[in-house]
Nanobody, 121 residues
Framework: QVQVVESGGGSVQAGGSLRLSCTAS????????MGWYRQTPGEDRDLVAS???????TYADSVKGRFTISSDYARRTVYLQMDSLKPEDTAVYYC???????????????WGQGTQVTVSS
């Protein structure tokens, strides 16, 4: 059993900052990658940022230079530091982790419950 819990969402004015955290717990052997997607009503869930166990990062063009993803694999945690927030960043943010479970045979993807980020003008 794996549990994924997100925190850090909220409401902020344009230009402000938020820091999202996502922590996984349970029967985890190892994590190969972690990241964040975001979704607005009626739209697809889009990748925001990701980081691998080797610290290779990717970012959506819309957040480059403003968002920073970081990880602590020992603590099974991924962070998303969001600076210079824009109203267009308003969405539900979901963290995800690709991991191996104890006594499992394959790689699985787990998702957080989602956290709302609202940026006002």
């Amino acid at each position: 059993q794996v549990q994924v819990v997100e925190s850090g969402g909220g409401s902020v004015q344009a230009g402000g900052s938020l820091r999202l955290s996502c922590t996984a717990s349970g029967s985890i052997t190892s994590i190969t990658a972690m990241g964040w997607y975001r979704q607005t009503p009626g739209e697809d869930r889009d990748l925001v940022a990701s980081v691998t166990a080797g610290d290779s990062t990717t970012y959506a063009d819309s957040v480059k230079g403003r968002f920073t993803i970081s990880s602590d694999y020992a603590r099974r945690t991924v962070y998303l530091q969001m600076d210079s927030l824009k109203p267009e960043d308003t969405a539900v943010y979901y963290c995800w982790l690709k991991l191996y479970i104890r006594y499992g045979a394959g790689l699985y993807t787990y998702w957080g419950q989602g956290t709302q980020v609202t940026v006002s003008s």
